[in-house]
């Protein structure tokens, strides 16, 4: 086992993500620089307008820009060695590269998924709890959810790293993906991989399918406070929050469902690419798109940066 896994570490393994298509190649690799390109230019931007503008200090816009900051950590941990490898014939990544970047798509979705419960209890405490508000969500509790929210994350992520670096990959070296994921290194195992599976299952139950129920019910209660109020105004304005926040929600926690709570023998590895190429690609893109379109705060914050 030692010396399989030594072998590996000191070679390198061959994403072969889409190999199989070579004109499918080109067209992916169009899409995926537009979205990728679309996603650093969205979530700077409100990154950079919720830093300049002084009346999006809210914890609303606080915790949205700690989102757009992990999106673009998350997609860049695996979109340019994607298009390295959709551009040229090398797919290769070093055993230390491919770890590495496990290491951080894991923690960084992870994070995602507590964070997006973080930004359900802030709107929970919004609606139904708005006398209380800037007392509950005070500054202090705010960074301490979002210093949690990164944690969490990063211990879940070092947990499963280090358990997949000890499975030893046996001279298989081509990676039926295009990048780095738990189920699929577990996949090139020639040991007995149940143990890692069970453990992969439980913590995701715990990071994805507890966060949900959380999101939910923080929903739940927000729609029965919005169904008692009588401001026509305050009704749009609540519904145009939140439904954004669901979308979100929603465009994330569907794909990552279908990828980590299933078992790793059971799923069609071809539809499993493309369900992973959703929530790496596509859904930090329509983030900003999503959270800004609708909203009057951030159309009247560039408006005031732009002089109008």
């Known amino acids: ?111 995602e998924c507590v964070l997006l419960v973080v930004m359900s209890y802030d709107r929970y405490a919004a609606v139904c709890r708005p006398l209380h508000y800037t007392v509950i969500m005070n500054p202090r509790f705010c960074h301490l959810l979002a210093v949690a929210s990164w944690v969490s994350g990063f211990t879940n992520s070092a947990l499963h790293s280090s358990f997949t670096f000890w499975v030893p990959l046996c001279g298989h070296r081509q990676v039926d993906h295009f990048f780095c994921e738990v189920p699929t290194l577990l996949r090139l195992s020639c040991v007995d991989t149940h143990a890692n599976e069970l453990t992969l299952l439980a913590t995701s139950s715990i990071f994805v399918l507890i966060p949900l129920i959380l999101i939910l019910s923080s929903y739940g209660a927000i729609a029965r406070a919005v169904l008692r109020m009588q401001s026509s105004t305050g009704l749009q304005r609540v519904f145009g929050t939140c439904g954004s926040h669901l979308m979100v929600v929603s465009l994330f926690f569907i794909p990552i469902m279908c990828i980590y709570l299933q078992p790793t023998s059971g799923s069609s590895q071809d539809h499993g690419k493309f369900i992973a190429l959703f929530y790496t690609v596509v859904t930090p893109s329509l983030n900003p798109l999503i959270y800004t379109l609708r909203n009057k705060d951030v159309r009247g914050a560039v408006r005031r940066l732009v002089g109008w």
């Open 1 to 111: 086992m030692m010396k399989g896994r030594n072998e590996s570490y000191e070679g390198y393994l061959i994403l072969l993500g889409f190999s199989h298509g070579p004109h499918l190649e080109v067209v992916l690799f169009v899409l995926i620089l537009m979205f990728y390109l679309t996603t650093l230019i969205g979530n700077l931007f409100i990154i950079v307008l919720s830093c300049l503008d002084a009346r999006l200090h809210t914890p609303m816009y606080f915790f949205l820009s700690n989102l757009s900051f992990l999106d673009l950590c998350y997609t860049t941990s695996s979109i340019p060695q994607l298009l390295v490898n959709l551009w040229g014939p090398e797919k290769t990544i070093s055993y230390a590269g491919c770890m590495t970047q496990l290491y951080f798509a894991l923690a960084l979705g992870t994070t």
